[in-house]
């Protein structure tokens, strides 16, 4: 069995925000595998289900972003789950606007919900999908307000987008593993449009 766990922020504040593209994963996947997010406990929203012939549990942490730690590791333990089958679905802000990205482990590089679960399962050896989500064109705009600035228009399209694409990454690591996820996903390149960059899925529907 996988825990598969997206990282947000609760409430309806920030449903439309980058910060929140982990939640929008699992809310996702949930809807395409007939998996109910209707359990709560453990600090957490979730629902366990199959993606494919894999047993998962789907979670959305009910902590804040920089305390996901506790409500992963109240999983994990509930479950008897070892990092190792832990899978973390976050944003990147180093990453173009949906360009997506697997690892298998490593460092939390500055993202606060990767820091709080490493420092509360003792291990950094859970899988992450990585969903790009740029950083801000304006120069004075501190990102951690960027990450939190809530989409509007054709912006809240784009996150459709880019959460179907990354739901599509999650279900090939699950059912094929990480390597395969890396083979499919990482081969896309950055394309500018107008000034920011999106990969060649978005980009052509710009077009």
């Given at each position: 069995?996988?825990l598969?766990?997206g990282?947000?922020n609760?409430?309806?504040?920030?449903?439309?925000?980058?910060?929140?593209?982990?939640?929008g994963l699992?809310?996702?996947?949930?809807k395409?595998?007939?998996?109910?997010?209707?359990?709560?406990g453990?600090?957490?929203?979730?629902g366990?289900?199959?993606i494919?012939k894999?047993?998962?549990i789907l979670?959305?942490?009910?902590?804040y972003?920089?305390l996901?730690?506790?409500?992963?590791?109240?999983?994990?333990?509930?479950?008897?789950?070892?990092?190792?089958?832990?899978?973390v679905l976050?944003?990147d802000?180093?990453?173009?606007?949906?360009?997506?990205?697997?690892?298998v482990?490593g460092?939390?590089g500055?993202?606060?919900?990767?820091?709080?679960?490493?420092?509360a399962?003792?291990?950094?050896?859970?899988q992450?999908?990585?969903?790009g989500?740029?950083r801000?064109?304006?120069?004075?705009?501190?990102?951690?307000d960027?990450?939190l600035?809530?989409?509007?228009?054709?912006?809240?399209k784009?996150?459709?987008?880019v959460?179907?694409?990354?739901?599509?990454?999650?279900?090939i690591?699950?059912?094929?593993?990480?390597?395969?996820?890396?083979?499919?996903?990482h081969?896309?390149?950055e394309?500018?449009v107008?000034?920011?960059y999106l990969p060649p899925f978005?980009?052509?529907?710009?077009?």
């Open positions: 069995m996988k598969i766990v990282l947000g609760p409430g309806r504040n920030y449903r439309w925000t980058r910060h929140n593209m982990g939640y699992v809310e996702r996947l949930a395409q595998h007939g998996i109910k997010l209707s359990q709560r453990l600090k957490s929203v979730y366990r289900g199959k494919g894999v047993a998962v979670a959305k942490p009910l902590t972003m920089n996901s730690g506790d409500a992963v590791s109240r999983l994990l333990r509930f479950f008897q789950i070892q990092p190792e089958d832990l899978v976050q944003d802000l180093d990453l173009a606007w949906g360009q997506i990205r697997i690892r482990k460092g939390h500055g993202h606060k919900g990767i820091k709080s679960i490493a420092e399962i003792g291990s950094d050896s859970f992450r999908v990585k969903v989500i740029g801000p064109l304006e120069r004075n705009l501190d990102p951690a960027y990450v600035d809530p989409l509007v228009g054709q912006e809240k784009e996150f459709q987008e959460v179907e694409k990354g739901a599509q990454a999650v279900e690591l699950v059912a094929e593993g990480p390597q395969e996820a890396m083979k499919r996903f081969k896309d390149s394309l500018r107008g000034n920011r978005l980009a052509s529907s710009q077009s």
